[in-house]
């Protein structure tokens, strides 16, 4: 059993407090889905996690098993079994896809891993083509092409917690479920997801136990798989201008009205600018 434990996680990046104490916790075989407008926080909560630079811990504690990540270089983070798909996945001339999981899996264990045909075997599942295998990762990659990419070297992998950012965006519908159904029946065999996305019909194929949202670098409200659904048909109005104190939703988000703007609409636009 492996947890990843976030205690009031605070994050800056670019002199920029984007996370604001975030709780958290994911065990083996668990799927805790984050949704929130664009601009929340949510791939700077993944690039915190794997620790990508520029990205300061600012508060709180991040820890794999009781182990403190927040000083480990990505490559270390990975190696003790994190995984992030990200969001836009880098491209890498002249390094295939097979060649650098053959070095990520030969620092991580003496074991001799054919994995070529495990590769083969993965691409097979979720309808990614042969020759995708050897050109340069992620070069000249179609927007789905690059997520079943993240998917098969998520699988070949086989981490103990991967955090998903955005997986469904760029992925058609068949593609979409083929790599949600793959890696539902990853948690099966006890991967533990983080999965961060818009829409609920990710969620479809990789049912979550436990949905968070996040507004203004805050976890305003967690619930079951039904706030997902709430989520998709009502939108984030309630949370981002919720006059009730009580709820204590205006005193959170108060303080940083700057960047709590992103509007619903911006958020449920498929076209809307990701970087915006
Ligand atoms: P989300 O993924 O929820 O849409 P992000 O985490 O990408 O949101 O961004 C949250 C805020 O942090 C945005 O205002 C974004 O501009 C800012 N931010 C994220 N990464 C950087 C960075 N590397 N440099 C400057 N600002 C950043
Ligand atoms: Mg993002």
Known sequence: MTVLSMKNLGVAVAEQQILHGVDLEVASGEVHAVMGPNGAGKSTLSNAIMGKAGYQITSGSLELDGQDLS????????????????????????????????????????????VQSRLLEEAEKIGLANELLERALNVDMSGGEKKRNETAQLAVLDPQIAVLDELDSGLDIDA???????????????????????????????????????????IVESGGPELAVELEAEGYSRFIESDDESEGVSVAIGGRSQQTSSSISEADDPFADPLA
Do not use: K, N
Request: with cysteine.
């Open 71 to 114: 000083t480990l270089p990505t490559w270390a983070r990975a190696q003790a079994g994190l995984f992030l798909a990200m969001q836009y996945p880098t491209e890498v001339p002249g390094v295939s896809v097979r060649e650098t999981l053959e070095l990520a899996l030969a620092e991580r264990s003496s074991q001799e891993i054919d």
């Open 176 to 218: 979409l479920r083929a790599c949600a159904e793959r890696i539902e029946g990853m948690t099966e065999q006890g991967l533990g997801v983080l999965c961060i996305t818009h829409y609920h019909r990710l969620l479809d194929y990789l049912p979550a136990d436990h949905v968070h949202i996040l507004v203004g670098g805050r």
